[in-house]
């Protein structure tokens, strides 16, 4: 079995930053993709960032582009997601995800179904 468990949510003001950390355990680990999606409520899920170990090359939805940061180890086992300047639209529950196929394009990392595992989930309230 593999196992993603994210950690670092919590309750801030607008304008404050967050760290995001999502550690692979069993079969999770060594992925291709570590990425990072979020769901608000009565919204459906999106995508965040994601990150190609091999080469660094890394994906950022446009709403977060310039504030949030993806990173990791490298070994496809723990990735970060530095978050600043939040926003109340940033309020969601973040997943992490990982995926064992070197698709071609960007595409594919930005959709939720070509990823494999699945963490719980960390929520991320941002109060203004």
């Known amino acids: 079995q593999g196992q993603l468990v994210e950690s670092g949510g919590g309750l801030v003001q607008v304008g404050d930053s967050l760290r995001l950390t999502c550690a692979a355990s069993?079969?999770?680990?060594?992925?291709?993709?570590m990425g990072w999606f979020r769901q608000a409520p009565g919204k459906d899920r999106e995508f965040v960032a994601a990150v190609k170990w091999s080469g660094g090359t890394t994906y950022y939805a446009d709403s977060v582009k310039g504030r949030f940061t993806i990173s990791g180890d490298n070994a496809g086992n723990t990735v970060y997601l530095q978050m600043n300047s939040l926003k109340p639209e940033d309020t969601a529950v973040y997943y992490c995800?990982?995926?064992?196929?070197?698709?071609?394009?960007?595409?594919?990392?930005?959709?939720?179904?070509?990823?494999?595992?699945w963490g719980l989930g960390t929520q991320v309230t941002v109060s203004s």
């Open positions: 069993g079969r999770a680990i060594s992925s291709t993709v």
């Open positions: 995800a990982t995926s064992y196929t070197n698709y071609r394009g960007a595409y594919y990392y930005r959709v939720g179904g070509y990823y494999d595992y």
